[in-house]
């Protein structure tokens, strides 16, 4: 157990529908960042808070959106869903802002049929 | 692009055996890390240097950093059938963020 949680899992949706990935980051961590892993396009980076601030932004799409509670605990959605949307979606952890080590979640495995 | 570049894409080698992989950067670095990732599953942390340092040792990974050349290498001596599994060398600018490139993909054959 890394002490990044992801939940759930699995996940499997259909096209048009919307959903809520949910990631625990480690005790102490006010960095949390989310990732897309896909075949093509390796891994991804999306989007990044701290301490319930949004920091910086990659490719994510205006369909996907982010947030962190104060609790330090975030929340990637996902809406209008497509195919090409299947993916492991992976949260990670770290004690500051700037890129020291994280910690990885085990993944959310999206399949959108 | 600001991701790190692994090359080869991907290592076969025997159990014992020791293992290379590099890294290439294109932009000025604060650190650069090593991450390793078993087929499916989140990936680890392995190794971090700054970008003053020249080498770093954890166990049997030995990593380097060539500033003036923008690289960086990763060893893994007397390699394990463990040791099967993608290798990732993202590396931090300024934010915080990490971008990762492709990885290399090494088997170790038992």
């Known amino acids: 157990d890394s002490g990044v949680t992801q939940t759930p899992k699995h996940l499997i949706t259909a096209t048009g529908q919307r959903v809520t990935l949910r990631c625990s980051p480690r005790s102490g961590d006010l960095s949390v960042y989310w990732y897309q892993q896909s075949l093509d396009q390796g891994l991804q980076f999306l989007i990044q808070?701290?301490?319930?601030?949004?920091?910086a932004k990659g490719n994510i799409l205006e369909r996907f959106s982010a947030q962190q509670f104060p609790d330090l605990h975030s929340e990637l959605n996902l809406s209008s869903l497509e195919l090409g949307d299947s993916a492991l979606y992976f949260c990670a952890s770290s004690v500051a802002a700037q890129g020291r080590g994280y910690t990885f979640g085990s993944g959310t495995r999206l399949t959108v049929v | 692009s600001q991701q790190g570049e692994e090359d080869p894409q991907a290592l076969s080698i025997q159990e014992g055996e020791n293992a290379t992989m590099n890294c290439s950067y294109k932009?000025?670095?604060?650190?650069l890390q090593w991450y390793r990732q078993n087929s499916g599953r989140g990936l680890v942390h392995l190794i971090l240097?700054?970008?003053?340092?020249r080498e770093k040792h954890s166990g049997r990974l030995r990593v380097t950093l060539d500033t003036s050349k923008k690289s960086s290498s990763l060893l893994i001596t007397a390699s394990r059938a463990a040791d099967t599994a993608s290798y990732f060398c993202?590396?931090?600018?300024?934010?915080?963020?990490?971008?990762f490139g492709q990885g290399t993909t090494l088997q170790v054959k038992p």
């Open positions: 993202p590396y931090g600018g300024c934010g915080g963020k990490l971008i």
């Open positions: 932009t000025s670095i604060n650190n």
């Open positions: 808070y701290y301490n319930g601030e949004e920091r």
């Open positions: 240097i700054r970008s003053n340092e």
